[in-house]
């Protein structure tokens, strides 16, 4: 076992060193390219200059300037003069779309500018006072898109919201989303969970700038979400429905992409430094900066909670990310980015049931009172306690419990467009994930037997992509291409007992072929997407130690089920009313992870094989349909969708008999196989409002009505899908009283759901859950500023339990942010 420890962990620092590698050498070649660049610019000095202006025409100086290529392979930010004035250079022939916006002021809605060869294009962009906010969208088709060209529903948190919120993790960035639901089993650090449209955790897929982030060993993100700070982050944006023929694995009810800031302009940062209750003290810093040849971008967050909720729930969380990117040529783009992190947290018991109810009974949740939980923890007999009609035990604390994590993740990126009609794209994304967990004998409930226990889970995956895209004409543009994916996972588990120990190592290897068309139509305002998509799975032998016993041995591996997914949408812009109606279908899948093929249980020097080679991928089908309407000069927007999912089939654990030992290839009793899905289907709306320059409000209602077709816990008879409230609620309102004085307010609720606490299903109370923060801003100089802060977390001071995890009361938090 020990040998096979040290092969993982080399596996693993070998591919650190060659992620490393491929960035430092992209870097120390910098300055070789720019004279390449100056040779090129003098054959093609095409231009594009934009000046910004106010609705009374006067230049808006420090304006924030965004250009995108359509292909999104090229974003370039800039900084106006005191003029307005800002000019983007070295640009190839084609079209872009710009965006603009000031401090103070709406966001323009996004100018097409085209220009040719050898030639520019000049743009007035006047901001107006107060008005929705419209921004570019890059991961509905993959590719960049304006507002009214997006034919699915997607949702965009932009880092001015970000900032205004002061939210510190991404996954508190999405609770206000329409159609999630983000559940953290209790605080600071614990894990996070997102449903997506009334689906389950690993139905929704994760990207770091477009590319998968996921945990080989479990198959998605959920073990990570917990550890995304909101670090260098330039807005994160959700694509609503199905996006698996896009995007791959997971993405059935829908994509989470987190996109980096670009960098460019002059040399700008931020350092952030918080603290406040729970023993909480956060800091960040971030710098960026470029010009139109080499564009920058880096950023550090260090999170640290000292005591948590019961005063021994401690979390560590430092993550760093930075990108560069060289524009060798117009035409030509080189880009790096790393994403790394490492994490701690102390863990409590899980929740349990006091008393015995039949397992066909929905119990209401009462949860055990706080007192008689701390002498519950100090191992006062449950039957001398004081109940008081509880049902249940909230999660108690474990002195010995914890669990670390860490991650590295980098990615190499190279664009070509040798003509304006055709380019390509190679990249490469290494991913490397460790997650250990341990637990001690201290603590109520059952704990480990003659010692402790620590399990050790290492993942790697490597992914190649190479890509093409073309116009067919002056409507259509097709992209196509190839991905290969290498994933693999070394599990490690450690026991009191030296016996018990085992360990295994097992990977995989797909292949997939995928294309895309888009066809616009009607001066725009007709938008046309289809996609396909198709992979081929390729197992390799597990290596087991011991190897005495070990499963699966002897089997030839046959390919497994191949994935094939379509995906189509629609949109037609009524101009004159400003009213766009869409609608989206499609099919998704996700991937058996690769415990769910070879996991395996090891006990008293015997193993007992879990997992089946042979799974099917997950399918499903999709339908959504909406509307969005803008009123009052782009003040209000209001849109409506309508959504529609079937999981055809799903993997599923199954202990009730189905599997039967004398026909099981594998021996199994009990293990995964595929099996019937489940039905969600539901309506979102949402509103959008800024009705005068100083106040903007933001609000969405979910309803959902998900269901399985088996119960998701044995004898329970319950259909309808757990931890899924049929009603969720979500208000922001940010208020600015002068130019100073900056207020916030956000609300998120539920009604009340239902959620497992073994063995039965218990019905929990509504959630509610509203911060009030407030800021004033001090300028120091034309460029420097510092900003002071203060937020109350749970205003209401609202008791609320997820799944039986207890989560923070009533917090302060206080910090200073220095810009410049």
Known sequence: MKTTYQDSRSDRLSFKHKSFSILTLLLLLTPFPLVAVGQDSVASPATISVRVMDPQAAALAKAEVTLYTRDNHIRIKCLTDRAGNCRFEQLAPGEYLIEAEATGFARAPTQIARIEKNAGASLDISLPLAGVSEQVVVTA????????????????????????????????????????????????????????????????????????????????????????????????????????????????????????????????????????????????????????????????????????????????NTSGKGRVTLRLTPTTTLSGRVYAGTSFVQLNSSPSVIGTFPASTIVNAVPLPLAELRRYEMGVPLGQLNLDGATFIPDANDPDASAASRFFNGAVTFTQRPVEDFGYTISYQGLATRRSNSNGQGGVGFQPFGGSDRTLDDGRIHTVNAQVDFRLGKYNFV??????????????????????????????????????????????????????????????????????????????????????????????????????????????????????????????????????????????????????????????????????????????????????????????????????????????????????????????????????????????????????????????????????????????????????????????KNLIKADLGGSYELPLTDRRRLRLFGYLDNLFNRENFESGFQTPGRTARAGASFSF
């Open 141 to 316: 088709q993959g590719t960049a898109q304006p507002v009214d060209e997006v034919s699915k529903a997607v949702s965009v948190v932009d880092s001015r919201e970000i900032d205004e919120r002061d939210e510190s993790s991404v996954t508190d960035v999405l609770r206000t989303v329409p159609g999630l639901r983000v559940q953290q089993l209790g605080g600071p650090g614990r894990l996070v969970s997102i449903k997506a449209r009334g689906l389950r955790n690993q139905d929704t897929a994760v990207l770091i700038d477009g590319l998968r982030f996921r945990d080989a060993t479990t198959g998605d993100a959920t073990s990570f979400l917990g550890d995304f700070l909101v670090t260098n982050l330039d807005r994160v944006e959700v694509l609503r429905g199905s996006g698996s023929s896009l995007y791959g694995t997971n993405a059935i009810g829908g994509v989470v992409n987190i996109v980096t800031d670009e960098g460019g302009g002059p040399t700008h940062g931020n350092i952030l430094l918080e603290g406040g209750g729970l023993g909480l003290f956060r800091g960040r810093a971030q710098v960026a900066g470029g010009n139109s040849r080499f564009l920058y971008s880096a950023g550090a967050t260090h999170l640290n909670v000292a005591h948590g909720i019961d005063g021994d729930d401690a979390a560590r």
């Open 479 to 764: 992209n196509a291409g190839y991905e290969f994916e290498n994933v693999g996972f070394a599990n490690q588990s450690f026991s009191g007992n030296p016996a018990d120990n085992f360990s295994t190592d097992v990977s995989e290897r797909t292949n997939t072929f995928f294309v895309q068309d888009q066809l616009r139509f009607l001066d725009d305002r007709l938008q046309i997407s289809a996609a396909f998509r198709a992979q081929f799975f390729s197992l390799n032998t597990p290596k087991f130690t011991p190897t005495v016993g070990a499963p699966y041995a002897g089997i030839a591996f046959e390919s497994p089920g191949t994935s094939y997914t379509g995906d189509g949408s629609i949109a037609y812009l009524l101009r004159g009313t400003d009213t766009k109606l869409r609608a989206h279908v499609g099919n998704g899948y996700r991937a058996p992870s690769l415990f769910e093929r070879f996991g395996t249980s090891f006990f008293g020097g015997f193993f007992a094989p879990l997992g089946d080679p042979r799974l099917r991928p997950e399918r499903s089908i999709a339908f959504d349909a909406g509307i969005d309407q803008s009123f009052g000069d782009n003040r209000v927007r209001l849109s409506a969708t309508y959504f529609y999912t079937r999981l055809q089939e799903v993997i599923g654990f199954d202990f009730s008999g189905k599997i039967n030992p004398q026909t099981d290839p594998f021996g199994r009793f009990f293990g995964y196989l595929n099996t019937g899905g489940g039905l969600a289907r539901g309506l979102e709306l949402s509103a959008t409002l800024s009705p005068s320059r100083t106040l903007n409000m933001f609000t969405s209602y979910t309803y959902t009505n998900s269901d399985q077709r088996t119960p998701q816990v044995g004898g329970s008879g319950v259909i309808s899908s757990l931890v899924v409230p049929a009603h969720q609620f979500s208000a922001v309102a940010t208020q600015r009283l002068g130019r100073r004085v900056f207020l916030n307010f956000d609300l998120t609720a539920t009604s009340d759901y239902l959620a497992p606490v073994f063995p039965n299903v218990y019905r929990f």
